[in-house]
């Protein structure tokens, strides 16, 4: 799948389960206060500013695949970003050589990239022997209910942008990449929303944004209020996978 572009403005004003979840992250995380922590999918850099605050004699290696958001998260650093390393790249490829750190983290960026024994390949790559790895991504499971409220609204339903691994998979995935100390967890984390503006806005901007891309805004302003319809409840049902590892 090609890069997906996304609209930060919009994505930094809902109230994402990120925040939540990046939080989790940083804090399995058990930083010194020393290191050098490599943020993949950083996005508008929420926890690029997190991490900095956990940082104040490191650095972090901030790297998304969008150029909105990375210029969102030098807005949003401003006069810090002497302390950050702002990278545009795509993660199903090589990572450039500047994406190097004592930790590596990512927050509900994972389930966008495809091959995840590759992938958990080039992290590896990134860290130093005994290097912690802390990530949360969507797993098997997650979205089932809102996939259905799509399909119901008339939405395509013949290829999907998401890849969510079974714990069973991401286990072996992080082994044969070379990865100690694994540990991988699934848990359920709905999201609940507004109904009206804030779930559409939610949908469109989170949810839908790949599949939106491709369509005439007329039909994906249809569609996105057509699934919010098909919803019981205004609730994303998100299953999340947690994973902990070192390098070995």
Do not use: K
Not at 47 to 75: C, F, H, K, N, Y
Request: negative net charge; proline residues 6%; charged residues 30%.
């Amino acid at each position: 799948m090609d890069l997906l572009e996304w609209d930060a403005a919009t994505y930094d004003s809902l109230p994402l389960p990120h925040e939540r979840w990046g939080a989790g992250v940083i804090e399995r995380l058990g930083l010194r206060g020393d290191e050098t922590v490599v943020d993949l999918g950083c996005g508008t850099g929420r926890d690029t500013e997190r991490l900095l605050d956990e940082l104040p004699g490191g650095r972090v290696v901030a790297v998304d695949g969008s150029v909105q958001m990375l210029d969102r998260l030098r807005e949003r650093l401003g006069s810090r970003l002497d302390r950050v390393d702002v990278v545009q790249a795509d993660l199903t490829q090589p990572f450039p050589e500047v994406v190097r750190g004592n930790a590596v983290m990512s927050v509900a960026t994972f389930h966008w990239v495809p091959d995840h024994t590759a992938l958990f390949r080039r992290v590896a790559g990134a860290l130093p022997r005994n290097g912690r790895f802390e990530a949360e991504f969507g797993g098997q499971g997650n979205i089932a209910g809102f996939l259905q409220a799509v399909e119901r609204a008339g939405g395509p339903t013949d290829e999907s942008p998401w890849e969510f691994a079974s714990r069973e998979e991401t286990t072996e995935a992080l082994l044969a990449a070379g990865f100690q100390d694994v540990h991988v967890r699934l848990v359920e984390d709905p999201a609940v929303l507004e109904r009206g503006p804030q779930l559409e806005s939610f949908i469109a901007t989170v949810m839908l944004a790949a599949m939106l891309r491709d369509m005439e805004p007329d039909e994906g302003r249809e569609l996105v209020r057509r699934t919010a319809a098909e919803l019981p409840e205004p609730v994303i049902d998100y299953v999340r996978m947690q994973v902990s590892a070192i390098r070995g």
